[in-house]
């Protein structure tokens, strides 16, 4: 992929990013209102719903392509980078909210849906669902663009809170994953799979190695190993090291960055040994990425 320019960064409302901040937008209105900046890589400081109730065509997110096909839903957490395709003509509905609406505190059903729906740069971004259930999340779409213009009404920000994390819950009951190991909140080995995902999202640039994860969790290494492969068929090791590279990938194409100040945003201060990873794991240096 070519480095042209750093990649343009959308905001909700950049002046107050601790309010809550929300929108519903009607595809394929979205794409005739903004031209061609949604076929152009950028990446967002909020969290994106898309769904594609008809459409086709293909979606790029995180450096891989994915079709569009009826009634996907497309996740996409703040910091990935995605695009489309010139096809404008798909019908949907795209949905914005910042981090206000999605918690790490609290239930563990709070935690699945940020680390399961979102932030599962492990899996796939998005979920198929079937017509029958489609009809739900369309009535819950319907109350969130009413609620939209209630601004002065009673609890305005927890209805709209409610009505997002409704339709995330449905979505985690009925959608199926285009690939993976379907997760149950009532597994403990998935629950601490997820655990595991939210740890990682944090803390992925100081801590590398499985053992400190095993640490963060009170659990041995050997049952994280396992309870990342019974919900993954993959390993911790492998877990991280792909979300160090998909970062570092982020931050060549993104950023202004020099190679040697990637490395040491990710931790490693060795500037070499990071130019060893990256092309351990990817096959190319970071310089011949970047370019």
């Known amino acids: 992929m070519a480095r042209n320019t750093v990649f343009t960064q959308y905001d909700l ?10 929108e519903i937008m009607e595809m394929p209105d979205f794409f005739h209102k903004n031209g061609d900046a949604p076929k152009q890589a950028h990446i967002h400081t909020f969290y994106q719903i898309i769904w594609f109730q008809q459409g086709a ?3 790029y997110v995180d450096f891989k392509e994915y079709p569009i096909t009826d009634n996907t839903l497309f996740f996409i957490s703040p910091g990935q980078i995605h695009y489309f395709d010139d096809n404008n003509s798909s019908k949907g509905i795209i ?7 999605l ?4 239930s563990s059903e709070n935690v699945f849906l940020k680390y ?3 932030n599962a740069f492990d899996a796939v971004p998005y979920y198929k669902i079937m017509p029958k259930d489609s009809q739900r999340l369309e009535y819950i779409a319907e109350e969130m663009k009413l609620e939209k213009e209630n601004i002065k009404a009673f609890a305005h920000k927890d209805y709209l809170k409610y009505l997002v994390k409704m339709f995330l819950i449905y979505v985690q009951r009925t959608g199926e994953r285009g690939t993976g190991i379907p997760l149950c909140i009532n597994n403990s080995s998935n629950r601490t799979f997820v655990r ?3 740890i ?4 992925y640039r100081q801590m590398h190695t499985v053992k400190e994860y095993a640490n963060h969790l009170n659990v041995s290494t050997k049952t994280l190993t396992n309870c990342v492969y019974e919900s993954s068929h993959s390993t911790p090791l492998k877990i991280i090291n792909e979300r160090i590279i998909l970062e570092a990938k982020r931050q060549l194409l993104h950023s202004d960055l020099k190679i040697k100040e990637i490395g040491f945003y990710l931790g490693f201060e060795d500037p070499s040994y990071f130019v060893k990873f990256f092309k351990r794991q990817t096959g ?6 970047r370019e």
């Open 13 to 22: 409302e950049k002046e107050t990013p601790d309010e809550i901040q929300f």
């Open 57 to 59: 065509g293909v979606h």
């Open 95 to 101: 949905i914005h909210f910042n981090e206000s609406f």
């Open 103 to 106: 918690s790490d505190e609290g």
């Open 116 to 118: 399961n729906v979102f």
């Open 196 to 198: 595991f995902r939210q």
């Open 200 to 203: 990682l999202e944090h803390h």
């Open 284 to 289: 190319y240096l970071p310089a011949e990425f």
